[in-house]
């Protein structure tokens, strides 16, 4: 019988297991740390999951300024960053996610052109908790502050984080990020505070284009597309109709993109 591996070995060979995947699109390569099967998922689906996104990513002008709120592991930052020659500005406040998302930009020696923060964007600063739906990299709907589902509604989590939040509005003011050209709201019901922090950032003529995933059924949310249309910025209904799931867990959700 052979002597049982130590436990120096096991870490060892546990350390070597390092799953990539490689992405191509057009002249750009692109890595992705993808240590589950979710990570996994969100990089098979990226071109068909929200093609709307990743269409107006590719837009951008280089060397423009874009501001991912609700980055998650990063897809959309690395897209932005690679592809479309963007600086960016990301911010994930989930503990894991937020770790898989710095892991994939030094994966892609992006270090010079993006910067994470783990930190929930809103529309007020300060500490609170995050509640977290599963504490595992690639999970999404996680809330701050209020526990509650992307619908606005109570839930129960199995864990809280310690957290906190900023607005998009201070951080400019106070040149902790530059004005943005671009910025993309994704957050899984708080939109609409992320825009009430946002209101001056958004009033700048600079800030060219503004992507918000608007959930039909929520009123906070509906107010969303006038108080932009307020701000000078307006957007087409084909393109929100398009967009808008039909069916499952997120039906009436949808990504709307506003220009000026």
Not at 58 to 65: G, H, L, M, R, Y
Not at 123 to 138: E, I, K, R
Request: aromatic residues 10%; contains cysteine; proline residues 5%.
């Amino acid at each position: 019988m052979s002597e049982p591996m130590s436990t120096s070995s096991l870490i060892e060979q546990y350390e070597q297991i390092n799953p990539t995947v490689t992405y191509r699109r057009q002249e750009s390569s692109m890595q992705f740390s993808t240590p589950n099967r979710l990570t996994l998922w969100r990089v098979e689906t990226i071109l068909h999951k929200e093609p709307d996104t990743i269409e107006w990513i590719e837009s951008f002008a280089p060397d423009d300024v874009f501001v991912d709120v609700g980055a998650n592991v990063g897809m959309y930052t690395i897209w932005a960053a690679r592809v479309a020659g963007a600086r960016v500005i990301a911010f994930e406040p989930e503990a894991q996610n937020y770790a898989l998302l710095c892991r994939n930009i030094a994966l892609n020696d992006l270090g010079d052109r993006v910067v994470a923060y783990c930190a929930a964007i809103a529309d007020q600063p300060g500490f609170g908790l995050l509640h977290v739906s599963t504490v595992a990299p690639g999970h999404s709907c996680h809330s701050f502050g209020d526990a509650v589902d992307f619908k606005l509604q109570p839930r129960a989590f199995p864990f809280a984080q310690g957290s906190f939040s900023a607005t998009l509005d201070e951080l400019v003011a106070n040149d902790v990020i530059p004005q943005p050209q671009h910025v993309k709201i994704d957050v899984d019901g708080f939109e609409h505070k992320v825009v009430a922090g946002a209101r001056r950032t958004f009033s700048d003529a600079r800030c060219r284009s503004v992507l918000v995933e608007i959930n039909r059924g929520l009123p906070d949310h509906c107010a969303i597309i006038d108080e932009l249309a307020a701000l000078g910025f307006s957007h087409s209904q084909a393109e929100a109709d398009a967009s808008v799931r039909t069916d499952g867990l997120f039906e009436g959700c949808g990504n709307y993109v506003f220009r000026r």
